[in-house]
């Protein structure tokens, strides 16, 4: 396809002409929900279709707790699951007996919920000398926006799982140290995954299905010596070989995802590890399209109304603009305590 050219249309044509040619890349401007941009790393080296020049680790907050649309207009509609439908009982009918009823145990829940958005301006001068050198400015800050704002998505998702108040009980969840953690040559890892896997299946009937690992943890997991020496008694691996995302999936029978996402607090300092070293055993429900109605650990209750592009005339620089907005509606619930557990400081790093 050919590049837009600032030189030859107004920054206000062609910011127009881009939206219309790329709605993807701005999650269809509203129309519909939009992947993270985690969801476009390639797994493989290989070439990326309107690359836009943005580095970020892999998201994974989208598969722990996935989007869920909510409630229009910033009012948010969520459920959250007890223990209700679990209590057994006497069941029989005589006849023209009573006949006990069942509460599910559900509870809705109604608020509202603030947006989120960035913005950025693209100076109509400034776009003619960057097509002069070759380079479409329109296609480049055009996308900073929404990147920025999906990763405060991200962190938000992050610091969600991170809160210990966000489990049933203390039961949920361990801070590791000394032997405990992956890195030590006496940590038993996948033991100590699996313990807190039963804890969950043990309080609610379901097992994980979705286990996400900061990439500090999993790289502590990939070279642990107790499972290296497991894999090659098994003859499958070991003898130094790391272990791979696929090996751990099939030992644990559970979906893994492992996020390398980052982030900076503040201009200038240090890069932070938005999921750290942390390791999140989830049940995500078992519906690749997930419905609200259907338990699980967690989801991000989100509005059909969002995200939104805006377009703006900018009255910044000489000549003027074009001003991009963009923005999001979202906040992470937890619907049924009982069906996560989190590992923390998995590493001693």
Known sequence: MEHLNPIDKSVKEAVSAYLSAHPDAFGGLGRHRFTAIGGL??????????????????????????????????????????????????????????????????????????????????????????????????????????????????????????????????????????????????????????????????????????IGFGDDAFEALAWNKKLLALLKEANTLGNGIPVVAQVVSLLLNAEVYISGAIYKPAAGAATTKVWRDGVHMVYAGESRDPAMEEPKFAMTAVSPDFPKVIPMVSQKGLEGGQEIRYGDCYKTYSCWKKAGAALFDATSA
């Open 41 to 210: 790393q390639p797994t493989s080296i290989s070439p990326v279709a309107h690359a836009v020049g943005w580095m970020q680790g892999e998201f994974m907050g989208q598969y722990l707790a996935p989007d869920i649309i909510g409630g229009r207009n910033q009012q948010l509609v969520w459920m959250e699951f007890g223990e209700d439908a679990l209590v057994a009982g006497d069941d029989l009918v005589a006849f023209n007996g009573p006949v006990k009823p069942v509460d599910v145990g559900t509870q809705l829940h109604t608020e509202n919920v603030l947006t989120h958005g960035r913005s950025t301006s693209i100076d109509s001068a400034e776009a003619r000398i960057a097509a002069a050198a070759g380079i479409n400015l329109v296609q480049i800050k055009s996308a900073q926006p929404k990147r920025l704002v999906e990763l405060g998505k991200e962190i938000a998702i992050a610091t969600f799982f991170q809160t210990t108040g966000n489990y049933e009980s203390s039961s949920h969840y361990e801070v590791l140290s000394g032997a405990d953690q992956f890195d030590h040559d006496d940590s038993d890892a996948i033991a100590k995954i699996r313990q807190y896997m039963k804890v969950v299946g043990d309080a609610c009937g379901k097992r994980p299905n979705r």
